[in-house]
């Protein structure tokens, strides 16, 4: 039985590029196509792919909130990241996600199928770099991480919203709840996060890797 592969990615010749290239692998089968994450949770719903090639970097929905996403709906799905992005706070803001495994784009063909065939067997795979960063990471805690781990389940929704630009008022909408219940949940976000305004939680949160810049 061949592995069944969704391919995401907003940049069509990069996406094409992938497609044909895993074709040659006889024991994978690319089953479908995303341009953007909005795209890929539908479509893995939909197709209920074995394995998800996931851009980080995409509109709409960015690849991070396209893996929450999916790991909420479609626990089975196994999730690579594959980004240009070799920073940390992008590493860790989609391992956190729950993927599966991490690749570079200038990584090799041998290094795409390996990693395919791993998460499907159920292991986690990264490339050699972000391994290193991923250990380097575990052995050096930030103090940043510690801050976030504080957040209530409610609060890192409410903090994530306002890091994508949400007004209290479009975010009290959303999740169906009070302005002045938004407000009381920002100020335990700022307090706890040691923030002062919303431009600091953008600025934090695109550090941290929970929204793009």
């Known amino acids: 039985m061949k592995i069944k592969v969704l391919v995401t990615d907003d940049h069509q010749l990069f996406r094409e590029g992938l497609v044909k290239l895993l074709f040659s692998a006889s024991d994978i089968e690319v089953i479908g196509q995303a341009a953007d994450g909005n795209e890929a949770i539908q479509k893995s719903i939909h197709f209920k792919p ?37 920073d940390m706070q992008y590493v860790r803001g989609i391992l956190e996600a729950g993927a599966d495994g991490y690749l570079l784009k200038n990584c090799t063909y041998r290094q795409l199928t390996d990693a395919i065939q ?19 990471g575990y052995l050096n805690p930030s103090k940043e991480m510690d801050e976030m781990s504080s957040l209530s389940e409610r609060e890192e929704e409410i903090f994530t919203l306002f890091a994508e630009g949400k007004s209290t008022r479009e975010i009290a909408e959303k999740l169906f709840i009070s302005v002045k219940t ?19 939680i953008i600025k934090y949160a695109i550090k941290r890797g929970y929204v793009l810049p």
């Open 182 to 200: 938004v407000g009381t949940h920002k100020q335990h976000i700022l307090k706890k996060l040691h923030l002062k305004t919303n431009s600091e």
């Open 50 to 86: 074995d394995v998800v090639l996931m851009d980080i970097s995409m509109p709409n929905i960015n690849g991070i909130e396209a893996t929450k996403k999916i790991k909420l709906k479609v626990p089975d799905i196994k999730i690579i990241a594959i980004s240009m992005h070799s």
């Open 118 to 136: 791993s998460v499907y067997a159920g292991k986690k795979f990264l490339s050699e770099d972000i391994t290193e960063m991923v250990i380097d």
